[in-house]
């Protein structure tokens, strides 16, 4: 969709949410809400502790422009030009909003899905199915409401947000069956969702389930679960510092990479994160801009998927959304792994 830009442009206020938007890479050190600010936030006040402060100033989020953009003005950072590229059309648009993306290896054959969990208030969600390969659409399944946050699969099942505290299972032999017919079946889910601390967004790696919590007034936390072959979670002790504003995780073998948004007003942040230590302040990271309302990230042949909601019904018209993107972004793993 064509829009002019002129009409999301104001006069630049001053303080952080004006330096924000001039373009300029910054590190905030402040207490109070910052649009697309990822790190540590909270309510100003003349009471503001020094270990919040010191907390905000540590992450720096790289909003230097240039590359070339290849998506709905403005740009966002050189760092996510030069890195990511424009992937598969997302589906259904017009009545459902994108939440979680997950990966369905050898789904059917050797073929492999991208799996898109979408959402409409009052109604049953969908899974959508792409095939990597032709970035086309291969399938769709309904499953009972839900806000969508994450969906991923392992050992058999896939695994999706329910409740905001709860994740459901799906069997994939049953998915799989039903994403083959034609129209939307509707897919039950096996047995009760089991209740986490929090399932803003989830996603796996190898044996391990991880999920946590969307925070946009500070930084949140998620924890791990085992996951056993009957699709049982055991959670595992600690917990992980994530950044503020967390609506997706890609996890490989020694980085966590976050993409983080709030607001269709806001750019969004992409955190590349060593893991290692599981508070944020000790740990090896970078943070670039990246288009408004970005949410799930997964893997496929080395490559990460973003997803965005603001070319959903709900956010393309709004005269305030920053970017509006109705595909999905790719990017090298390695070019993002790279960075820390």
Request: proline share 5%; net charge positive.
């Amino acid at each position: 969709m064509s829009r002019t830009t002129p009409r999301r442009r104001g006069v630049i206020a001053p303080g952080p949410a004006g330096v924000l938007a001039t373009g300029t890479a910054v590190t905030l050190a402040v207490a109070g809400a910052v649009p697309a600010q990822g790190a540590t936030t909270s309510p100003t006040s003349a009471g503001a502790t020094a270990s919040t402060v010191s907390a905000t100033r540590k992450i720096k989020c790289d909003d230097t422009v240039g590359g070339k953009r290849f998506y709905d003005p403005p740009s966002a950072s050189k760092k996510y030009n030069t890195k990511f590229r424009k992937s598969a059309a997302l589906p259904k648009l017009g009545s459902y909003i994108p939440q979680g993306v997950g990966t369905w290896w050898n789904w059917s054959g050797s073929k492999n899905l991208l799996l898109v969990a979408m959402y409409h208030p009052g109604k049953r969600s969908l899974i959508v199915g792409i095939d990597p390969a032709t970035n086309k659409v291969v399938g769709d399944v309904s499953i009972a409401e839900t806000h969508a946050g994450g969906i991923t699969t392992a050992y058999g099942w896939a695994f999706v947000q329910g409740s905001t505290h709860g994740i459901r299972k799906y069997k994939l032999s049953k998915l799989a069956a039903a994403m083959k017919k034609p129209g939307t079946p509707y897919v039950k889910a096996t047995g009760s969702e089991r209740k986490v601390y929090w399932a803003s967004f989830l996603t796996s790696y190898g044996d391990s389930l991880f999920a946590g919590r969307f925070n946009s007034k500070g930084r949140g936390k998620m924890y791990r679960y085992k996951i056993k072959s009957n699709g049982t979670l055991t959670t595992m002790k600690g917990a992980w510092e994530i950044p503020t504003k967390t609506q997706g995780l890609l996890v490989t073998k020694r980085h966590f990479i976050y993409s983080t948004s709030s607001g269709n007003e806001n750019l969004s942040n992409l955190y590349v994160v060593r893991r290692g230590q599981r508070d944020l302040d000790k740990a090896k990271l970078t943070c670039f801009r990246a288009p408004s309302m970005s949410e799930g990230i997964t893997d496929f042949g080395g490559y990460a998927y973003l997803a965005f909601e603001s070319g959903s019904y709900k956010y393309r018209d709004k005269p305030d959304t920053k970017n509006v993107i109705s595909n999905l972004h790719r990017a090298k793993i390695s070019s993002l792994t790279g960075m820390v």
